[in-house]
């Protein structure tokens, strides 16, 4: 595997980069596609090499941009990384790792939020860490203040400093018992990837259980780590002096899965998602079904395709085992086809829906109410931060000139060009190269009519 982020189509591949696609709409996408490893799990699986006295190895690796960003972090701080003994496979050594100067960090990590998650493995190796100033989609404030809160209780000094933020461990780290004031699937991963060299028990409260949590937490048991999984959303790590490196296949990337699924609902057409799995993507499953869309489950993947005209549904956003908040910017192109009022209510992140304006641009009815909708029957519980969008079709949508925002609303933007009739200008593609492996290539599988202009 090669991560240069070059695709078959040319163009610019640099995240965040101004890559302009000129696409034709109105036609089915059809045919198929295949997923990788979950980008989820990928960037903290590479993260956890850090923490192995030998070498790891990572297979199923996507080529995208937060895959870069991470091996050239983990490069600047002594880890060799290489090529596999096959495609997408990635061979990580941390036998030299060392303390990288704070302008090289800043430089890779302006385009993600991954460094908050070196530093429970530097402390351990190095005594310290350093975190610049976080990038990441603009969705919403996301505060790292319960990975702080958390690294504190391990017993690390946090500095504030004008550049970002500097940790220390002048006494080594110490297991604690954390209860997470919601169920963040960063800090859960920043406790894992801490507790489990921290000396004495960990015991995590209100955890995160996303399918990528239990991966991760299966790449640290391979490395030696003792962690158990309680009801009621409670890890128990019990600290080890030392792990070894691992080798593992990442879990599929259900988040890009149910992109391409909501691509064939809103084109009307027929895409098989080779890889992925029915058990980690039960609850769209059934919010498909309910759309009157149809899926077939097969052996090595999933056939997703309308089973008729769409029907509206109502979706409401929530942690792991609900409705992922990833799924429903797709979801929601597809909702502008279905006859009548659907409603999305978003719980996980409070600026979610800044994508929908570019769609109401190509004639979608989408009304967002900024702080959410009062009335109605609920499963999941109110959010002070909620947001709610209600989606009014079927419409015909039609081409526009488009910037795309962040990564999911940025595909969202993609799959209404393809679906809507006459050419459309989406500019900004790099960010989309974030989390979807050979975009350009795969949409050319699939059908999609479209040109690189810039």
């Known amino acids: 595997?090669?991560?240069?982020?070059?695709?078959?189509?040319?163009?610019?591949?640099?995240?965040?980069?101004?890559?302009?696609?000129?696409?034709?709409?109105?036609?089915?996408?059809?045919?198929?596609?295949?997923?990788?490893?979950?980008?989820?799990?990928?960037?903290?699986?590479?993260?956890?090499?850090?923490?192995?006295?030998?070498?790891?190895?990572l297979r199923d690796v996507p080529n995208i941009s937060d895959v870069a960003v991470v091996r050239s972090l983990l490069e600047v701080h002594g880890v060799h990384v290489s090529e596999g003994d096959e495609p997408g496979s990635l061979v990580?050594?941390?036998?030299?790792?060392?303390?990288?100067?704070?302008?090289?960090?800043?430089?890779?990590?302006?385009?993600?939020?991954?460094?908050?998650?070196?530093?429970?493995?530097?402390?351990?190796?190095l005594g310290q860490a350093f975190i610049p100033d976080l990038g990441g989609c603009r969705i919403g404030d996301r505060p790292i203040d319960f990975h702080l809160d958390a690294l504190r209780k391990f017993g690390a000094v946090v500095e504030k400093l004008p550049s970002g933020i500097r940790l220390s461990a002048p006494q080594g780290l110490k297991g604690a018992n954390i209860h997470l004031p919601y169920p963040s699937v960063g800090a859960t991963e920043q406790v894992l990837l801490t507790a489990v060299r921290a000396s004495g028990t960990t015991e995590l409260k209100n955890a995160a259980i996303e399918p990528e949590i239990m991966d991760l937490i299966g790449v640290l048991q391979k490395m030696g780590a003792i962690i158990s999984y309680e009801p009621n959303r409670v890890i128990v790590i019990e600290g080890v002096d030392e792990l070894r490196g691992y080798d593992h296949r990442a879990i599929f990337d259900r988040n890009e899965a149910?992109?391409?699924?909501?691509?064939?609902?809103?084109?009307?057409?027929?895409?098989?998602?080779?890889?992925a799995r029915q058990q980690d993507m039960l609850t769209f499953l059934n919010a498909v079904r309910r759309m009157n869309g149809d899926f077939d489950i097969r052996e090595d993947g999933i056939l997703f395709r309308r089973g008729g005209e769409l029907r509206p549904v109502t979706v409401e956003t929530d942690v792991h085992p609900g409705f992922m908040t990833d799924w429903q910017q797709p979801l929601i192109v597809a909702m502008t086809q279905a006859e009548g009022e659907s409603i999305v209510h978003e719980t996980v992140y409070e600026n979610r829906f800044g994508f929908t304006d570019a769609l109401n641009k190509m004639g979608a009815?989408?009304?967002v109410h900024p702080h959410g909708l009062q009335d109605g029957p609920r499963?999941?519980?109110r959010r002070q931060l909620e947001q709610a969008a209600v989606i009014n079709g079927k419409t015909a949508l039609h081409g526009a000139d488009i910037v795309v925002p962040d990564l999911r609303g940025g595909y969202s933007h993609v799959i209404a060009a393809l679906t809507a009739e006459g050419e459309s200008t989406v500019?900004?593609?790099?960010?989309?190269?974030?989390?979807?492996?050979?975009?350009?290539?795969?949409?050319?599988?699939?059908?999609?009519?479209f040109d690189v202009v810039g």
Not at 102 to 110: N, P, R, V
Not at 258 to 275: N, Q, R
């Open 1 to 57: 595997m090669s991560i240069t982020l070059n695709d078959t189509r040319g163009g610019s591949a640099q995240p965040g980069g101004e890559e302009i696609l000129a696409i034709r709409g109105g036609r089915p996408l059809s045919g198929r596609v295949s997923v990788k490893g979950a980008k989820n799990l990928v960037t903290k699986a590479m993260v956890a090499a850090l923490l192995g006295e030998t070498t790891s190895v």
């Open 92 to 125: 990580m050594d941390p036998s030299e790792v060392e303390s990288a100067h704070m302008e090289e960090i800043d430089a890779y990590a302006g385009s993600s939020r991954i460094p908050i998650l070196f530093c429970g493995p530097l402390l351990h190796r």
């Open 258 to 275: 149910a992109s391409w699924a909501a691509a064939a609902l809103a084109t009307d057409g027929e895409i098989f998602v080779e890889g």
């Open 365 to 367: 009815n989408i009304v």
């Open 379 to 381: 499963r999941v519980p």
């Open 427 to 449: 500019r900004n593609i790099g960010i989309i190269r974030r989390g979807y492996e050979r975009l350009l290539e795969k949409l050319t599988d699939l059908g999609a009519d």
